[in-house]
């Protein structure tokens, strides 16, 4: 028996040792593609910034034409005239094609699109092979990038988790069992007096997208103790992607009324503003 004991505890801790590997595995893979993303983000930028200067050179272009096209009608020379227009028609069509460049660097490409399609079915794949959480387990939430939080209780296809100071109902597809280590819980005075170390700002930038929500959630937390009306998120303007995963983390969070992009005045697209209920 004693045998048999030794030999399950052994078994046990390479289970463990073989479910830490795979989480380091599953990190360091996030990591890449982000960074792959982030790369390949800054080309787009680069090559959107081009196009867009080389078509306000032709728009230009075109308004010179069109002034030389009033000063030959004025001298009346036909030739001239007809010179001008075709040179015109070129320039507007070189305009065109740059807009329609444009317009398809907004779009995903097909290779994104593959490969978000790749991601996600590897992430439901994982889901699937991982045995089902139970009540007590920390989880990862799927429906909040990964978030690490507790299972309370299973309704059915749901599940309750807590989530820092927040309780969300999420189907319970979208929870897997963690083997990462559960973060040092912080305690909090709750009083009457608002807490001083509530910011009304958070800046966001030079850091990647994952970790946006390790500074932007707590802040809200305290926001919301603190009782503030809304909090000021600088991200910058850069690529769009700290924007992206900021309106997405106020958009699933419940206790955000609204948010949008700062006025002129309060710096335009690099700035979101939130207000709380």
């Known amino acids: 028996l004693a045998d048999l004991e030794a030999r399950s505890e052994r078994i046990g801790a390479r289970e463990r040792e073989l479910e830490q590997l795979l989480a380091r595995a599953q990190d360091r893979e996030r990591s890449v593609l982000g960074r792959e993303r982030a790369v390949r983000d800054r080309e787009k930028q680069i090559e959107r910034d081009a196009r867009k200067d080389a078509r306000q050179f032709l728009l230009d272009a075109r308004a010179e034409v069109e002034r030389v096209v009033r000063e030959l009608k004025g001298a009346g020379d036909a030739a001239l005239e007809e010179a001008a227009r075709a040179a015109r028609r070129a320039v507007e069509q070189a305009a065109q094609r740059e807009g329609a460049a444009l317009q398809a660097l907004e779009q995903p490409s097909r290779r994104e699109r593959r490969e978000q399609e790749s991601a996600q079915q590897r992430a439901d794949r994982g889901r699937a092979s991982a045995p089902a959480p139970t009540v007590g387990d920390l989880v990862e939430v799927g429906t909040l990038g990964g978030k690490l939080g507790t299972l309370l209780e299973v309704r059915g296809a749901d599940g309750v988790v807590a989530v820092g100071t927040m309780k969300l109902t999420v189907p319970l597809r979208t929870l897997v069992r963690s083997t990462r280590e559960a973060p040092k819980e912080k305690v909090s005075l709750y009083t009457d007096v608002p807490e001083s170390r509530a910011k009304t700002e958070v800046d966001l930038r030079g850091i990647r997208a994952d970790e946006v929500d390790d500074l932007l959630l707590p802040a809200i937390d305290d926001a919301v103790r603190a009782d503030l009306r809304s909090v000021r998120i600088i991200h910058g303007k850069g690529t769009g992607v700290l924007r992206d ?17 700062g006025l002129w005045n309060e710096g335009g697209a690099g700035v979101t503003i939130a207000a709380f209920e």
Do not use: C, M, P, Y
Request: aromatic residues 6%; hydrophobic residues 40%.
């Open 245 to 261: 995963r900021v309106a997405e983390l106020l958009r699933k969070d419940t206790r955000v009324k609204e948010f949008r992009l």
